[in-house]
């Protein structure tokens, strides 16, 4: 028992270690003056799982697994549950975890802001859960920084690398679990747009 314990803190501290936000282009100097953003939430060729494959590939097989174990009323519920997690859980985790965590507010719904964000998934591994041994979701993000009024004009690139899904006991539901990747994410950005634009 004393020796499983010590493993899980051992990955979960190397898990903690390996996620960041890495500025690819761009710096936070032009969000200094700035109270407000909009979010837009794009969800379009992101790869799922240690072989990276598509979103259709992927509930195609996460049904076929839950119909084999729960039946076809399962699979749809799942089905489900994970457009409304991509449509609203995800989203709603990650504004509400960048509201608390900078004074620029945030919002998909604001619509004269000089600047909007814009959050894609590129890679998610959802984990598994398993009472006492789980492991954590894991999720990669491509967040660009555009001039509203200009989406042309980049401002900002920022990769969100290996943001986990956790909260320390696991979680059951892997869609809650990758829910937490958005949060994770989003907060992991906010300290760092506090950091830089504190005047």
């Known amino acids: 028992m004393k020796k499983t314990l010590f493993l899980l803190l ?7 270690m390996a996620q960041r936000v890495k500025v690819i282009s761009g710096d936070y100097n032009f969000l200094k003056d700035q109270k407000f953003v909009k979010v837009v939430f794009k969800f379009e060729g992101v790869t799922f799982g240690k072989k990276k494959i598509s979103e259709h590939q992927y509930i195609a097989d996460r049904m ?38 900078t004074k620029i507010e945030a919002s998909t719904k604001f619509e004269k802001t000089k600047y909007t964000l814009i959050v894609e998934p590129t890679w998610i591994y959802q984990g598994w859960f398993a009472g006492i041994m789980n492991d954590p979701a894991q999720l990669n993000t491509r967040m660009t920084f555009v001039e509203t009024e200009n989406p042309n004009n980049i401002l900002m690139v920022v990769e969100g690398i290996k943001a986990v899904g956790d909260n320390v006991i696991g979680i059951p539901n892997n869609n809650d679990r990758i829910a937490e990747c958005y949060a994770k994410t989003s907060k992991m950005l906010a300290l760092k747009v506090e950091h830089y634009t504190k005047k």
């Not at 051992?10 to 903690?16: E, P, Q, R, T, Y």
């Not at 076809?72 to 509400?96: G, I, R, V």
């Open 10 to 16: 051992i990955a979960l501290s190397v898990s903690v």
């Open 64 to 101: 076929e697994d839950i119909e084999k174990a729960s039946g076809k009323e399962e699979a749809e519920k799942w089905k489900a549950d994970w457009e409304y997690s991509k449509d609203k859980t995800f989203q709603d985790k990650f504004l509400a975890s960048w509201n608390k965590n």
